[in-house]
């Protein structure tokens, strides 16, 4: 049994294991791959069913934390030197503008790639708890809300690094937004400036979070999401099959319910996860998955590469505290944000209400409450978990897709269809020219 | 809920005490576990506090301006402190540039015929505008808002001239009723 490994083989695994033992072994004793099953069911492995968008979100975050360290020695967190840094790196660094260019673009990526994990997690059911003991996904629903909003945090921190004029155009309203907020909203805008103007004390506040404080929220998050997707005895697809082989005129499978050795209570892991018939549906986790998790791995760097050299990256004119650009637009996926506190200041007779407290907390909240409160109100049977579109479930994924599409209608609408002084031009409608001065 | 149980956990002669009467141990842990969050909303708080400054080092709220000769008729835009001063011969008064729905600095647009508007139950005719580039605000020329997500009117600040050399004093912490002028 005992074969003689190289090396490579002892620090790392074995490609080609030779017996299921040796398969196993692989799993149980690397720290790379531990939290993995030792087996794992084909239907979850399935790229047809996941799209894999976890795995690419994980790999999309490695990749910006690397080259993230690195830009780390190359950018200078002060208001003189920051622009400066950031065109030295485009202009002088060696590499420097292909490395800003490959973090930005995972950035972009992330955002939406985590956004449309959840969207693939919505209309699955998979945030519902199917047949196994033990399952608690509602939580692993909120923890996934809460990845994706840091990954928002994430990415509004990062843009006000360059101190260009969209950074500091974004964060002046951003943190307007913030000091809508009833009460407390003025001290919140000076916490996070660290005074009344954005200057030196904001940018190295913004600085430390973006590097330190949310990339190790995020590490957290995701040890926690990983560790519920094994608790919860692996993908909702998983239950799915037991309850189709529970429908099949088969043996069933063997329950073990035993304790572990009265030591904990409930059943143990194993036993949790063995819901599906092993020998028919599942495989060793190496190399099926390894060699799946490789592929997933490769294409999202491929497809990172190929876009950061063909997508500029922009740095815009420095930081001009005089000058707001007209118009003044966020990144994208911030777009339907500053379309909604545009459109929804509210006149109730002499009373007016902000736009930025409706549009920029209200709306936005009520948003975030609903997606972490949806798994607990959804009551429709069993057998739509872990299925695309499940009939049963239609009402509420219409629902989900509404608010999905009227997001990216916003989107678009505030990316292609606003121009000077946010008015609305169509497409084939030329801007007219503005004044650069006052 | 769950602390409370940790407490409970001494099992009777375990340590010589009976039932839930509290023992030397469950007497240590309580103290030692309020210890250690007394001293985590200490450090806590030093650390939440460190972080609001004592002393801000940005430009003065109130400034000089320049000598009122100085001001052509019209609009002058101070850049630093995003304040418009309007100068109508002998009259003075400044309005800000910080839109009043999110910050941005607003633009003003001359028009090109001039307008008449009703402010204040009154018509008034006007040349000038501020426009928001972000969200697309409007305000007249005295810095009502009329359209857009704008709350409220652009602040007008009140104006003084310096006792020792005459130059005017912009004063941003005092906002002032838009019927106020400075006459020089």
Redesign the interface.
Known sequence: MTTKKSIWEKVLWTWKPATEREAGDSVVRNILLHWFPAKVSRDSLSYSYSFWLGTVSMVLFLLLTLTGMILMFLYVPSVERAYQSIKDLEYVVSFGSFLRAVHRIAAHLMVAVVFLHMVRVFVTAAYRNGTAAGQNRPLNWIVGVVLLLATFLLSFTGYLLPWDQLAYWAITVGTNIASAAPLIGDKIRFLLLGGNQIEQNTLIRFYVLHCFFLPALVLFLFSWHMWRVRKDGGLASVDRLSLKQKSEKTAPVKAKTYSLLGLARGRSVQVETALVDYDRHTVPSSPNLTRRLLVVTVVTLLIVSILAVLVPTPLEAPANPKVTPNPAKAPWYFLWLQELVTDTTIHIGSVTINGALVGGILIPGLLVLAALSWPYFDRTPLNVVGVWFARARTRQNLVFLAVVVLILVLTIVGTFLRGPYWKFYWFWEAWPPVPKNF | MKSMKLFRKSEPGADGAAGDSPTRRSWMERISLGALLASVAGIGTAMVRS???NV???PSQRFKAGLPDQFPEG?T?I??Q?VFIFREQKTFYAIS?VC?????????VSLNQPKTVTVDGRPMEEHREF??????SKYYGNGINYA?????PLTWYRLAVSPDDGQLIVDLSEPVHRDFRLSV
């Open positions: 972080l609001v400054p801000l080092y940005e609009a835009f850049e630093d995003r540039a009043q729905h999110l910050g941005c600095t607003v633009k003003l426009h928001c580039p972000c969200h697309g857009g997500p704008a709350p409220r």
